[in-house]
């Protein structure tokens, strides 16, 4: 079998950890699995015009940390296919800010959703400052009982790693109420760390940081069901079967 492609939908920087963390993430996954992944950066302002046919050449899409991306309407549109095309996603970090954003803007009809670190004179300041910023930070995140991410975790809590400074707005959470976008951990403080889109057969996005356990040589379970979902696509299988973890939920 050929290998699995990933779309890494952001700006590399070899400076940036999670970017770094990420391939070696993805490998340790693939083992488990026993199968390979082929990761190709997909830089957020080559993200223009029609992108059907260039994103539906990768298996999964992953949406990274490190913004304010170069494009931001660039890493919106690359989220919108993954969203819209059924395509394996997960976003982190930044890839969660902007799954948020997207999901305002495009199917909420929020069309001045925005991040405060790109644009702190928006009308919509979806995304804002942390009360306490969360750099090289971790942190404990309470699973939504039921959930997807629950049944792939296999546990009701979990420590995770971060590097952010921004997240959902709190005076905004009301907005996903009743939304596919389900709401499904949160840190101790009771504030958003996860979402899930229940309309879709595997769509997480995360503020944490999940890559960071691949400095470690762990495989970290998210991204195992990710590449599960992902190979369960390029299998034809996604939708009816998927992975075992994600649709235990």
Same mark, same amino acid.
């Given at each position: 079998?050929?290998?699995?492609?990933?779309?890494?939908?952001?700006?590399?920087?070899?400076?940036?950890?999670?970017?770094?963390?990420?391939?070696?993430?993805?490998?340790? *996954?693939?083992?488990?699995?026993?199968?390979?992944?082929?990761?190709?950066?997909?830089?957020?302002?080559?993200?223009?015009?029609?992108?059907?046919?260039?994103? *539906?050449?990768?298996?999964?899409?992953?949406?990274?940390?490190?913004?304010?991306?170069?494009?931001?309407?660039?890493?919106?549109?690359?989220?919108?296919?993954?969203?819209?095309?059924?395509?394996?996603?997960?976003?982190?970090?930044?890839?969660?800010?902007?799954?948020?954003?997207?999901?305002?803007?495009?199917?909420?009809?929020?069309?001045?959703?925005?991040?405060?670190?790109?644009?702190?004179?928006?009308?919509?300041?979806?995304?804002?400052?942390?009360?306490?910023?969360?750099?090289?930070?971790?942190?404990?995140?309470?699973?939504?009982?039921?959930?997807?991410?629950?049944?792939?975790?296999?546990?009701?809590?979990?420590?995770?790693?971060?590097?952010?400074?921004?997240?959902?707005?709190?005076?905004?959470?009301?907005?996903?109420?009743?939304?596919?976008?389900?709401?499904?951990?949160?840190?101790?403080?009771?504030?958003?760390?996860?979402?899930?889109?229940?309309?879709?057969?595997?769509?997480?996005?995360?503020?944490?940081?999940?890559?960071?356990?691949?400095?470690?040589?762990?495989?970290?379970?998210?991204?195992?069901?990710?590449?599960?979902?992902?190979?369960?696509?390029?299998?034809?299988?996604?939708?009816?079967?998927? *992975?075992?973890?994600?649709?235990?939920?």
């Amino acid at each position: 079998m050929q290998p699995l492609s990933i779309g890494l939908i952001g700006d590399y920087s070899p400076a940036v950890p999670a970017h770094v963390a990420i391939p070696l993430a993805l490998d340790l *996954a693939a083992v488990v699995l026993g199968c390979t992944v082929r990761a190709e950066w997909l830089p957020t302002e080559d993200l223009t015009g029609d992108l059907s046919e260039r994103l *539906a050449a990768f298996d999964g899409l992953w949406c990274v940390p490190a913004s304010p991306y170069a494009s931001m309407d660039g890493a919106l549109r690359g989220i919108q296919f993954a969203r819209t095309q059924g395509r394996p996603f997960l976003g982190t970090c930044g890839g969660f800010q902007h799954a948020l954003i997207e999901y305002a803007r495009n199917v909420l009809g929020l069309i001045d959703a925005d991040h405060a670190e790109s644009n702190p004179e928006t009308s919509l300041p979806l995304m804002v400052a942390l009360e306490c910023a969360l750099i090289e930070a971790t942190g404990t995140i309470e699973l939504q009982d039921g959930s997807r991410v629950a049944a792939l975790y296999g546990q009701r809590e979990v420590v995770e790693a971060y590097h952010c400074r921004f997240g959902l707005n709190p005076h905004y959470e009301a907005l996903l109420a009743d939304t596919d976008l389900h709401i499904t951990g949160r840190d101790s403080g009771g504030e958003v760390r996860i979402v899930e889109l229940e309309s879709h057969p595997f769509y997480v996005a995360t503020l944490f940081q999940p890559e960071r356990s691949a400095f470690k040589g762990h495989a970290h379970p998210l991204i195992t069901a990710y590449i599960g979902a992902v190979l369960a696509g390029r299998a034809g299988t996604l939708e009816s079967v998927g *992975a075992a973890a994600w649709n235990a939920g």
